[in-house]
């Protein structure tokens, strides 16, 4: 029986000062190399996703250099071509948003301000289809805006590049990596192994699952606005599969801006409702129903554990950090089930119920 001292308290408290002070020192570190260590986690997720396509080239005689070429380079082929083929419309609808902006003012005057406002633009609407300059304060914004956004895209496009080539790299040494990895833990060797494989295997399984998925709704969504007659069904489809990939947020965005669009889009404000409310349906299916199905025990985890994660990544390195953050949730876990001091944590990461509780009472450990 361990009898609690004045001195045991004491350390007690200071070790739990000094992982406070770890923790505030390390989201610091995180939030101030933003620059270079999300290229380097996006380019281990990506190897981490392929490498079994990599591994399956290198087993049918191709070497792992020019399998990782390969697979690398279809992929940004692919990537490219699709968007390429969408810049013409997506160039277009940018253009627009000037008179779109001014129009949807125009019809929420009409239902929520006053009558003078809806005048004023009434106006404006007029003085856009007489080809005049309007909406001044629109377009004189206009520019720091796009200029602001396309710095932004053009960094984070650097990012992407540099992760790529570095994913390449890692895809292009073999087992190499592994071997260092594994030099580096002689007397555990067999568990490491065991828990690198895991990692790969779930995170891999993950994101290809992700992608899959994705791509299903943006099928569905541009099938339905296909059958509305809404133009541009494909760009919105694209939009979908691309936004779908930041949790909670990438399909409140998706549905606001379709909204906007169709509110301008169509005559009355009830008609420009329905193809905004079928993608909020769209988006519900997929979360609360395709996905936990398709991506069963092991990969499911816990919504509050998923919206904390996002949280805090979006706060440290806003959309960049959204992406990674449920891939990175997914590679603690595996950690986790992995390491008996954590086991705890795992399950608490874990989606599935503790035994004794309902329908779950004779559910498997989580990892199984």
């Known amino acids: 029986m361990t009898v609690s001292t004045p001195q045991s308290h ?31 986690l996006f380019g281990l997720f990506l190897a981490l996703t392929l490498r079994p396509v990599v591994r399956a080239l290198c087993r049918v005689g191709c070497p792992a250099p020019i399998a990782s070429f390969l697979v ?26 000037p008179r779109m902006m001014t129009e949807l003012r125009w019809k929420l005057a009409s239902l929520f301000s006053s009558v003078q406002e809806m005048q004023d633009a009434t106006k404006e609407v007029e003085q856009i289809a007489e080809g005049t300059n309007a909406a001044p304060a629109v377009r004189a914004d206009g520019p720091g805006f796009l200029s602001t956004l396309l710095g932004q895209t053009a960094n984070f496009g650097s990012a992407i590049a540099i992760g790529t080539i570095l994913a390449m790299l890692i895809l292009g040494s073999g087992d190499l990596v592994l071997l260092k990895i594994l030099n580096a833990f002689p007397r555990d060797r067999d568990h490491v192994r065991k828990v690198i494989f895991d990692i790969e295997a779930r995170i891999s399984r993950y994101l290809l699952s992700i992608t899959l998925i994705n791509m299903g709704l ?5 099938a339905y606005l296909w059958l509305l007659g809404f133009p541009n069904p494909v760009l919105w489809g694209a939009a979908a599969f691309v936004l779908n990939y930041l949790p909670y947020l990438g399909g409140i965005i998706g549905v606001l801006l379709l909204g906007v669009h ?3 889009h169509y005559p009355d404000v009830a008609a420009g409702l329905v193809p ?26 816990n919504t ?7 949280l805090v990544w979006g706060w440290l390195w806003g959309i960049p950090g959204m992406l990674l953050a449920v891939p990175f949730l997914v590679l603690f876990k ?9 086991r705890l944590l795992g399950s608490f990461l874990s989606a599935e119920r503790a035994p004794g509780s309902g329908k779950a009472a004779h559910a498997a450990p989580p990892g199984d």
């Not at 992982?19 to 020192?25: N, P, T």
């Not at 279809?74 to 253009?95: E, P, R």
């Not at 993608?279 to 985890?301: D, N």
């Not at 509050?304 to 996002?310: G, K, P, Q, R, Y």
């Open 276 to 301: 905004p409310l079928g993608y909020a349906v769209l988006t519900t299916l997929e979360g609360q129903i395709v996905t936990p199905w398709l991506l069963g025990r092991r990969l499911e985890l």
């Open 304 to 310: 509050i554990a998923v919206f904390l994660t996002v």
């Open 10 to 40: 004491e350390l007690a408290l200071i070790r739990g000062l000094l992982i406070g002070v770890f923790l505030i020192l390390l989201f610091g570190a995180v939030l101030i190399a933003r620059d270079v260590l999300f290229p380097i």
């Open 334 to 342: 595996v950690i986790c089930d992995n390491v008996s001091a954590l």
């Open 72 to 97: 690398i380079a279809t992929l940004a082929v692919a990537i490219a071509g699709f968007f390429y083929s969408l810049s013409g419309v997506l160039s277009d609808w940018v253009a627009d948003i």
């Open 262 to 264: 169709a509110l301008t």
């Open 218 to 222: 943006g099928a569905a969504l541009a």
